[in-house]
């Protein structure tokens, strides 16, 4: 079946420093994929997404590309603020669409000023 | 639009009493979801619908009904609370077509003593 497997956290940077949280995937065909980011006591909110192989997601400084290849779907920013910090979620999506979206455990992210 | 909204924001349960979680969108979505979130846990889906009058079983149904007799209302129901369903409750909603994104509520925090 689908999964999605992200890297463990917590993670703790200092601001400015460069963020990467991986993400790889199992799924047949080409999946939809999504990186979700909750911020302490709200719901998930939509960061990015990609639905197909090269494309990249990008928003409020954060990057990822959907690489078919090595299917992974790496989460990027180049220098991150403290108010980035939060707890991110990889996902994918079935090609057809009509099942739950399959989620990662989530990755804590702590930024440090 | 409001989006997705869950009522109560907050509820502490007797062991044995039994509530009603209400999650209601307003964007026309097919596709409701229940999940729970538990500490290091990441999201565990409950119960999903793919269109008014249907319910599905997701990863961790045990404990747990729910209904949807109206497109834009998924109520979840716990007849006899337990602690172990201590845990923050999230609804979210999707379109029938597309790419699945996910549109989520702000949570209840369910405390069973």
Known sequence: GNSVTQMEGPVTLSEEAFLTINCTYTATGYPSLFWYVQYPGEGLQLLLKATKADDKGSNKGFEATYRKETTSFHLEKGSVQVSDSAVYFCALSDIAGNTPLVFGKGTRLSVIA | ?113
């Not at chain 2, 109206?70 to 999707?94: D, H, I, M, R, W």
């Open chain 2, 1 to 113: 639009n409001a989006g997705v909204t869950q009522t109560p924001k907050f509820r502490v349960l007797k062991t044995g009493q039994s509530m009603t979680l209400l999650c209601a969108q307003d964007m026309n979505h097919e596709y409701m979801y229940w999940y729970r979130q538990d500490p290091g846990m990441g999201l565990r889906l409950i119960h999903y619908s793919v269109g008014e009058g249907t319910t599905a079983k997701g990863e961790v149904p045990d404990g747990y009904n729910v209904s949807r007799l109206k497109k834009q209302n998924f109520l979840l129901g716990l007849e006899s609370a337990a602690p172990s369903q201590t845990s923050v409750y999230f609804c979210a909603s999707s379109r029938l077509a597309g790419d699945n994104e996910q549109y989520f509520g702000p949570g209840t925090r369910l405390t069973v003593t």
